[in-house]
């Protein structure tokens, strides 16, 4: 079975999400060190803007056609107003992206502000880095 770019971000997505909230207990627990749920976190992140961007591509490239296939039916006046739609919904894309990045760094300093109030040391803090 083959699966669309944007269905493989959604689960990336929901990956994402899952490391987010298990993660900071097994480090609590002793079963990972910060460090390795810092890099996996990262990691899934990487991968995540991986399929983002295919996504676009993918999304970007079927409305291209659908904008050809237009033009060749209803006329070239067709073109911009479908290139218009193209660039408001890749400005929406980036636009959720930057909010995914916005909501993990709160959630990574959520998380250990959550570890600190448990008196846990924490001797590797995430990087600024690992979040981009």
Known sequence: MT????????????ELGWRRAVYPRR??????TQAEADRKISLQLAITADYRRLAAAEH?????????????????????????RVLSATLAELEQEANLLRDAAVNTE?????????GVEIHNPPSKVAAE
Do not use: S
């Not at 959520?110 to 448990?118: D, I």
């Open 60 to 84: 970007a490239g079927t409305t291209l056609f659908a904008a050809r296939d237009v033009a060749n039916d209803r006329g070239p006046e067709q073109i911009g107003q479908v290139a218009e």
């Open 3 to 14: 699966y669309t770019a944007k269905q493989k971000l959604d689960e990336c997505l929901d």
């Open 110 to 118: 959520a998380a250990l502000a959550r570890v600190r109030r448990l």
């Open 27 to 32: 480090v609590l627990d002793g079963v990972m």
